[in-house]
């Protein structure tokens, strides 16, 4: 079993509140591997915690609590001056191109850069690493030269890849990559990043609240609600037999872009509360429709619930975790009938 | 959704002409300003070749005579020709603004990076400080550091230069904090920038850029109190052809009837504080990326 | 917080004044003084002492309420104060609402149609606004509406020399005068007060438009007004729910302004000959009175914190989303 | 005669550059389609195609460098572009109504809830403001939002993205609109608020027999939740029909590009049509503005595109729209 190259145990983060003696509780104990090659998905929404897990990863956070071993060190700890040296080992690529590149350097220059802080080549030879990394993520060379302002969203990003691409990292965090790109242009980084993973074996953690583009790129999924994980299992096992309540709501609300999959929606009721005053025991049950008395008073462990695939749920011991039982689903049905019967009309 | 209707054809067509009356027409307090500066820096350079007498050069005779084609500005109380005085007037507002605004950016600029970067105890420090300056009007403090300390050019300078660098600072780190929120400055700390790089290479380009069109504000800040110490008889003295001194000077004839003696070095300063200003505000509309005519 | 700052400043005019090369030991002892007389004067202010002993002492006179004596007029720096701040408030106050009457109108109006005409004739004259100094457009308008058409009174002071200052009830002559009802009084205040409003005034709406401009352009621009307009509201109630949200940082920022004002008003006072606190304390800086400058400034830091205070709780009242920040 | 007719819609952004020419974004280019009572149309594209841009302008919304320069917006037989302010105020607000992407910005931060809700009635026709009042809190509940009361008394800094569009969607009903527009109602929510509001939104929409038009970027919210679609691109509908026809068989190669990007298709088809940089709407190509990133451009395709009739008013804007004609040879018919 070949050996992890990032290992998570408990990881904590907290930030101070706006009004003082307010605590933001953003990651509460969050375990997870990270091995060579592979892709995890860390899905979840607002206030979920899987940003700020992805920075404390690149250590743009200094955790609260919990320990980050890369390789054979632990990184939670280290300063900042320690960290430097890591950090071509472990990138990051952002949502939003156009805040993440300087504007005021060329596109050639921000790919140079990571070249420059990492390796001893001269400048030639950096022009000549440059080019090759503009080629291998498909941006043409005469771009090289142009501003951040004048290229596309899609090109952008491109050229923030390469950037992580520069120094042969062995993990790249992905935040959102693809969640401010149009559909078309979407596509062509997700099959970009498909293929740098199969030539270089990177790990990529890929951090998004878009439930289909996760299963597109991830071999294993972590669920997480409220800065905990509820979930995680190899993406296939995840997305077919969801365990969690909360998972198996998260992934009914995906709306396929095809109208003849007919919907199996289970609608919650209510909305993420503020990650300021944690409720008692599983952060979900407020909202679960099949929270019961002994979900409020411990955070309930990672039960198996299949090959590698846990949840956090009382209910998994007794089987009485499929949320479709607690109400009559509002999906599939209604719609069809409610489109054939228009479309009949006007034709 | 990123704005991506990006216009490749400006590059085409590019000819200065249409460049001026471009910019013009997008901001005319900037063409104004930067002809109006324009004229003064001429007026300063060139003053020996075009004034037709000396700085100090007196006329026993012609004392108070009014303007007329021997004097265009008429004479001052020592003989002396107001026209000319005011053209050499044009190198002491020149030879405080740019020192002083040198000055500024020197302190100003390095403590403002380091303030909104850092944070932590140096920021605290200049935001006291500028509490301190703020509840303190400028103005007095000026004339009591002055007063205390000399009326030389050099000190005049000093003190605007010293005066204003806070002002700046918190300027420069106000454009730092927003420059952090957008982000790129974590994606300079991930690629593994050393603390340096961040500051002087990627920052700084970005904070100086914000903040040019105050740096022409300052500046005609720094003109108008150089002055008006002068005016009070703690800055720049009387032969000195500088504005404010002449203004002193007129003062007295005002009550008296001879009106040219402090109109033509006020009117003189009025115009390149406003030239100035018009740059400054000028400069605030070209560069704000919001009012750019991109439309979506 | 605010302790600390006037501490701050207090401190650091008490250092200013003393590094100078300004002696008023010479000056009172006066040419022919020898070292004897000189000893005898330094003792007497308390010069003699090491400059920390100095502070002490002032501070501990300070917090009993004593500033000390000035050396011009011999008189208690705390006396002057308290007869000479009414003459330069009555000057500020009128001209700060003068000026914010006209500027915030002003401002709004130019925000509806930016780059229109109005907008850019404002903005110009916003500007002029900006770059006069206070001085020499005072000695002009003197000139032309003194010397060439009489029609401004001549300007030595709060009241011209025939008529005698009113009962004190709110220290402004015009108000008290009016009040008090002998009109002849308030007719001459009037006149004395006229011109240094209006130019003052001035000064004070330049900003006031600037400001006000940028505000409501915000505001316009933002998503709340353009909803307001999909829902149909007729065009009053958009703009008014505009002017709503624009109002409290508008006068948060007239707060501010005024800060910066009361030691402006010092220059127009010397033209006017106030008499005000500003005249005085310009006058006290160049001949280095050390006490009476320590006091002046104190004034403005104090008038500058109490602002600032006012604001705060003036945000509280208006904004929902301010929240109590010890 | 549909509830809203916008024929030949064009809007453009006119602005000088640095270099004193004037410059014109081309931001509609010719838009036409209908909405009939009962219906939710969907305008899918990516960004800058148009979409919200086709909203604001049948609002009336448009702000200076924007333009209306051709083209005209019918809702029940009454001209809309170039309409005054005060006869626009009459159809805005009252019978047409739109819904915004970002709710906590769009109310009005200084009014409380309950207020605003009186003010929209108030300013339509006079009612009391207890009635107003009482009409808003039923209406709260419509929407779904508990304890109607005490929120009707809240201010919106104090509400959650999904309850401040619920607040917006009972603003946009409360005076009984015959037509709601949506511009990206869910975007900025999350995935579950956001099967909350658009199932909310089409009960509403049914049950009071609206006309409804909801604008967004996902394909998955217009294949579940509306009945007609219309695809734009570069300011223009290149193809519009029944959702179940345009996706089953899209005929403009753009449309195909679109549908087959998203990542269940890649994931079947393991490749997509990797989409080119977005059109430059100051410097659009002759005749078919897709023709630049089209996998089929021909010569022909200089010419402007007729809008081809492919069956069951499923139109697209393409020569080769019809299938026999997919092998590049003309035929026109229907």
Redesign the interface.
């Known amino acids: 079993m070949v050996e992890p190259i990032l290992q998570v145990r408990d990881l904590v983060k907290h930030f101070a509140g706006n009004?003082?003696g307010e605590i933001i509780h953003a990651v509460n104990k969050v375990s997870f591997d990270l091995n060579p090659g592979e892709t995890l998905g860390l899905v979840g929404?607002?206030g979920s915690g899987k940003s700020t897990i992805g920075?404390c990863v690149?250590r743009?956070y200094r955790p609260t609590a919990g320990s980050i071993r890369f390789g054979d060190r632990d990184i939670s700890t280290i300063s900042e001056g320690q960290m430097?040296?890591l950090?071509?080992e472990i990138?990051?690529v952002?949502q939003?191109?156009?805040?993440?590149?300087?504007?005021?350097m060329k596109v050639g220059n921000l790919i140079g850069?990571?070249v420059k802080?990492?390796s001893d080549l001269d400048a030639p030879a950096r022009r000549e690493r440059v080019t090759a990394l503009a080629a291998r993520v498909h941006l043409n060379a005469d771009l090289l030269t142009r501003y951040p302002?004048?290229?596309?969203?899609?090109?952008l990003q491109r050229v923030?890849i390469a950037?992580a691409l520069a120094?042969n990292p062995k993990v790249i965090v992905l935040d959102e990559p693809t969640s401010?790109l149009?559909?078309?242009?979407?596509?062509?980084i997700?099959?970009l990043l498909g293929e740098l993973q199969r030539e270089t074996g990177v790990a990529m953690l890929f951090i998004s609240?878009?439930?289909?583009?996760v299963?597109?790129v991830s071999h294993r999924i972590l669920v997480l609600y409220l800065g905990s994980v509820v979930e995680d299992g190899p993406a296939e096992a995840v997305f077919a037999k969801p365990a969690h309540p909360y998972a198996q709501?998260?992934l009914s609300?995906?709306?396929?872009?095809?109208?003849?999959?007919v919907?199996d929606?289970q609608?919650?009721q209510g909305?993420?509360p503020g990650p300021v005053h944690l409720p008692p025991g599983c952060p979900f049950a407020p909202r679960c429709p099949l929270s019961r008395e002994d979900c409020t008073r411990a955070m309930p462990p990672l039960a198996s619930v299949g090959a590698n695939h846990h949840a956090a749920c009382v209910r998994i011991a007794d089987g009485t975790n499929d949320i479709r039982s607690a109400h009559a689903s509002?999906g599939g049905d209604i719609?069809k009938k409610?489109?054939d019967q228009?479309?009949r009309r006007?034709? | 959704m990123t704005d991506t209707s990006i216009d490749r054809s400006a590059a085409v067509g590019f000819t200065t002409s249409g460049r001026i009356l471009g910019i013009a027409r997008r901001s005319p307090t900037f063409a104004i300003g930067f002809a109006i500066v324009t004229a003064f820096a001429f007026v300063a350079i060139f003053a020996d070749l075009i004034s037709p007498y000396g700085a100090i050069e007196t006329f026993s005779r012609q004392v108070l005579q009014p303007p007329g084609v021997e004097f265009f500005f008429g004479a001052d109380g020592n003989g002396m020709d107001v026209f000319s005085r005011v053209m050499y007037g044009a190198r002491y507002a020149f030879g405080i603004a740019v020192p002083a605004a040198t000055l500024m950016l020197l302190i100003g600029v390095p403590l403002g990076l380091v303030a909104g970067y850092k944070g932590g105890v140096l920021d605290e420090v200049v935001l006291r400080i500028m509490d301190v300056l703020r509840s303190f009007p400028s103005i007095v403090l000026a004339l009591a550091v002055v007063s205390a300390t000399g009326q030389s050019l050099i000190n005049v300078i000093l003190v605007i230069g010293f005066l204003d660098a806070p002002i700046f600072a918190r300027l420069v780190r106000s454009e730092v904090l927003a420059l952090r929120s957008s982000g790129f400055i974590e994606s300079a700390v991930a690629a593994g920038n050393p603390t340096w790089r961040i500051l002087f290479v990627h920052l700084m380009p970005n904070a100086i850029r914000g903040s040019t069109a105050m740096i022409a504000v300052r500046m005609a800040w720094a003109v108008r109190i150089s002055a008006t110490l002068a005016f009070i008889g703690v800055g720049i003295q009387a032969p000195t052809p500088e504005w404010g001194a002449m203004i002193r000077q007129g003062a007295e004839f005002v009550i008296s009837g001879e009106w040219w003696v402090a109109l033509f070095p006020g009117a003189a300063l009025v115009g390149i504080v406003l030239g100035f200003n018009l740059l400054g505000d000028g400069l605030q509309d070209l560069l704000d990326p919001r009012r750019k005519a991109t439309g979506k | 917080m605010v302790v600390p700052i006037l501490l701050g400043i207090t401190f650091l005019t008490f250092m200013l004044v003393r590094i100078g090369d300004q002696n008023p030991v010479a000056m009172l002892g006066g040419p022919m003084a020898d070292e004897v007389t000189f000893a005898v004067i330094e003792k007497e202010l308390g010069l003699d002492k090491p400059f920390f002993v100095q502070f002490g002492i002032y501070l501990g006179n300070l917090v009993q309420g004593d500033l000390g004596e000035s050396w011009q007029s011999s008189e208690r720096v705390a006396d002057e104060i308290r007869n000479r701040l009414p003459a330069s408030l009555e000057l500020l106050v009128f001209s700060v609402l003068l000026g914010a009457l006209v500027g915030v109108p002003v401002g709004l109006r130019s925000a509806q149609r930016p780059n229109g005409l109005f907008d850019q004739v404002s903005r110009f004259v916003s500007l002029f606004g900006f770059s006069v100094p206070t001085y020499w457009i005072a000695l002009m308008s003197i000139f032309v509406f003194f010397f060439l058409l009489r029609w401004a009174p001549p300007p030595m002071g709060r009241l011209d020399i025939a008529s005698f200052p009113p009962p004190d009830l709110t220290g402004s002559y015009f108000i008290d005068s009016v009040l008090t009802g002998n009109w002849t009084t308030a007719w001459s205040a009037l006149g004395q007060l006229t011109l240094p409003v209006i130019l003052f005034s001035i000064i004070v709406a330049a900003p006031i438009i600037k400001h006000t401009r940028a505000i409501s352009l915000e505001v316009l621009a933002s998503d709340y007004v353009r909803y307001a307009r999909a829902q149909g509201l007729r065009p009053r109630t958009v703009r008014r729910v505009a002017l709503r949200n624009a109002i409290t940082p508008i006068l948060t920022f007239i707060g501010t302004e005024l800060t910066g004002l009361l030691a402006a008003v010092s220059l127009l006072e010397l033209i006017f000959a106030w008499g005000g606190l500003g005249q005085w304390g310009l006058n006290a800086i160049l001949l280095g009175d050390f006490a009476a400058v320590q006091g002046y400034v104190l004034v403005l830091a104090v008038f500058s914190v109490a602002i600032f205070i006012v604001l705060d709780l003036l945000v509280l009242l208006l904004e929902p989303r301010a929240t109590l920040r010890p | 005669m549909s509830l809203l007719e916008v024929r030949n819609l064009h809007t453009h952004f006119v602005s000088h550059d640095l270099n004193n020419r004037s410059r014109i974004a081309k931001g509609l280019n010719g838009v036409s389609f209908e909405v009939d009572k009962g219906e939710i149309v969907g305008i899918v594209g990516e960004t800058g195609a148009g979409k919200s841009l086709t909203a604001m302008s049948i609002m009336g919304l448009l702000q200076p460098p924007a333009r209306i320069v051709e083209g005209s917006v019918r809702f029940d037989g009454n001209e809309l572009v170039g309409l005054g302010v005060d006869d626009l105020n009459r159809i805005r607000g009252t019978e047409l109504t739109m819904i915004v992407q970002s709710p906590l910005t769009s109310l009005d931060p200084l009014s409380r809830v309950g207020k605003q809700l009186v003010r929209a009635q108030r300013e339509h026709r006079n009612m009391s403001s207890d009635a107003a009042w009482r009409a808003g809190a039923d209406m709260l509940a419509t929407v779904g939002i508990p304890d109607a009361e005490r929120r009707m008394r809240a201010w919106p800094h104090e509400l959650s993205g999904g309850m401040a569009q619920r607040i917006l969607i009972a603003l946009a009903l409360i005076n009984g609109p015959r037509m709601l527009i949506a511009d990206e109602p869910t975007t900025g929510l999350d995935v579950t608020v956001q099967a909350q509001i658009l199932d909310l939104l089409k009960n509403l929409v049914r049950d009071r027999d609206m006309a409804a038009m909801i604008i967004t970027h996902d394909l998955g919210v217009v294949a579940h939740y509306c009945t007609r679609m219309c695809v734009m691109f570069a300011g223009s509908i290149i193809e519009m029909g029944p959702v179940r026809q345009v996706f089953n068989d899209p005929r403009h190669p753009y449309t195909q590009a679109l549908i087959s990007s998203t990542p269940k298709r890649i994931a079947e088809k393991g490749y997509s049509q990797i989409g080119g940089p977005p059109p430059n709407l100051y410097d659009l190509p002759e005749g078919c503005h897709y023709r630049d990133r089209c996998s089929r451009a021909a010569d022909l395709c200089r010419t402007t595109p007729p809008l081809k009739n492919v069956g069951g008013n499923h139109v697209a804007m393409c020569h080769f729209a019809d299938k026999e004609a997919a092998d590049g040879t003309v035929t026109s018919h229907g």
């Not at chain 1, 302002?149 to 090109?155: K, T, V």
């Not at chain 1, 149009?182 to 062509?188: E, I, N, T």
């Not at chain 1, 609300?253 to 999959?261: F, K, S, T």
């Open positions: 009004r003082p929404e607002s920075r690149v743009l430097r040296p950090r071509k990138q990051i952002f939003d191109p156009y805040s993440a590149l300087n504007p005021r850069e990571l802080l990492h302002n004048e290229l596309s969203g899609g090109q923030c950037r120094t401010s149009d559909l078309s242009v979407r596509a062509g997700l099959e609240h878009d439930l289909e583009t299963q597109l709501a998260l609300a995906d709306l396929p872009p095809d109208p003849d999959v919907l929606r609608i919650l909305e993420v509002t719609h409610f489109q228009f479309v006007t034709t």
